[in-house]
Structures are given as C-alpha cells and as structure tokens.
C-alpha cells in the first residue's frame, strides 16, 4: 500500500539555524512528489515540487529538498531558518491524480 | 486568480443533521478534489472531478457523504446524518487540465458535529 511516513511529529530549530524535515514514500514507481506548508487558519500552500530531472529543486521561501531514489526520500531543507517559517509541513506523494500525504511536522522556531 | 474558495469556513450541527458545504475551484481548473484533515493528520483524499465526472471515490467516502459537480465548475459535498466522527476540517483543492500536477488548497471548511 502506498504510504508516506513523516518521523518527526514536532521540530524546534533556533532562528537562523538551518532546518531538515525528513519525508519516506512507499510505492512501486517514482512518484510525483510535493511539500506543502500550512499555517494557522491558512490553506495548503505548495512549497515546491519533484516530478523527474534534477534532484535537487529550489522552491519558494529560500527551501529546498532532494529526492534520492535508492532512500525512497524527499527532504526538505532550508540554510536559515525564520521566526516566520513557524508552521507545519507536509510532504506528499501524487499518484494517479491522487495526493497522498504524511502526518505532517510541526515546526517551532525559537527566538 | 481569486483562488479556491470555500463555504462556509465553520460549520457548527448536531449530529443526526444534514450538511453541505460548496467549493469553487480556480477559473479553468478541471481537476477538483475533496480532502478531510483531522487534527495532528494530513489530509486524506476523499474523491476526485475531472469536470463533471466524479472519476475516483475513496473508501473513506462513506454512503452518507456524496459530492457532486453539476456543470464542471463548483463542486458540494453533502453528509448526511452526520456523527461526531464526521468533525474535521474538509479542504478543497483544484488544478489545471495540463502540464502542472499542482494542486491549489482553499482554506477549508472545519465542521463540528456536537
């Protein structure tokens, strides 16, 4: 069955520290693979997406996250992290026109 | 480009009571989904328009839930005699007919079933 696992249920980073949020997928082929960030009382916001190519894709708010095939992972990254980037973050996976997504990792910046 | 839109943003019934709740997708977005996001999970697919036609239902969609899309455009989402398990937050999504696999998210209708 697919599934995409998020560990980290919880992450608090210091202001300007940098930042890696773990995602694993599970499913037979390679995925189109997306994170969103959602913020209180926000929608779904797409941060950046994977779909073939490069495996490290840039995408809004200074993040970034690798696919590696042989880990089944999509990590997102960011270099320095902003009070403003306190949120939660979901990775998910697009298969058939069906999103699939994890657990989500909240995220708390501290000052 | 107003985005996706949802009403209402908070519903508030008893259970036993009907429900229904409207999404309007992007302009000339095809694609239209229907998500339940409860709390401390991620959004679970729920059903799936290409224009009209509703092409994929997931198991989750009981007989008490049904959505429609009449004339390709917005979409409901009906459940009937609700129950407390039915409290969540329903989300929305759209995307374009070709090229992008992007799905914009509205802000979500929360319902709570008291």
């Known amino acids: 069955a697919q599934s995409v696992t998020q560990p980290d249920i919880h992450i608090t980073v210091s202001e300007g520290a940098s930042l890696e949020l773990r995602c694993n997928y599970s499913?037979?082929?390679?995925?189109?693979l997306f994170w969103y960030v959602q913020s209180p009382g926000q929608g779904l916001q797409l941060l950046l997406k994977?779909?073939?190519?490069?495996?490290l894709v840039q995408g809004i708010k200074g993040f970034e996250a690798e696919f590696k095939r042989s880990q089944s992972s999509f990590n997102l990254r960011k270099p320095s992290v902003h009070w403003s980037d306190a949120a939660e973050y979901f990775c998910?996976?697009?298969?058939?026109?069906?999103?699939?997504f994890g657990s989500g990792t909240k995220l708390n910046v501290k000052p | 480009d107003t985005g996706v839109s949802q009403n209402p943003r908070h519903k508030i019934t008893k259970r036993g009571q009907n429900v229904t709740f409207r999404c309007d997708p992007i302009?000339?977005?095809?694609?239209l989904y229907w998500y339940r996001q409860t709390l401390g999970q991620g959004p679970e697919f729920l059903t799936y328009f290409q224009n009209e036609a509703q092409l994929e239902k997931s198991r989750l969609l009981s007989d008490r839930f049904s959505a429609e899309r009449p004339k390709g455009s917005f979409s409901t989402l009906e459940i009937q005699r609700t129950e407390q398990g039915d409290s969540a937050m329903y989300l929305c999504a759209s995307s374009p007919p070709t090229g992008s696999y992007e799905q914009y998210f509205g802000p979500g209708t929360r319902l709570t079933v008291t």
């Open positions: 499913y037979g082929a390679t995925p189109y």
């Open positions: 998910a996976v697009d298969n058939f026109n069906k999103f699939y």
């Open positions: 994977y779909f073939s190519g490069d495996t």
């Open positions: 302009s000339e977005h095809n694609r």
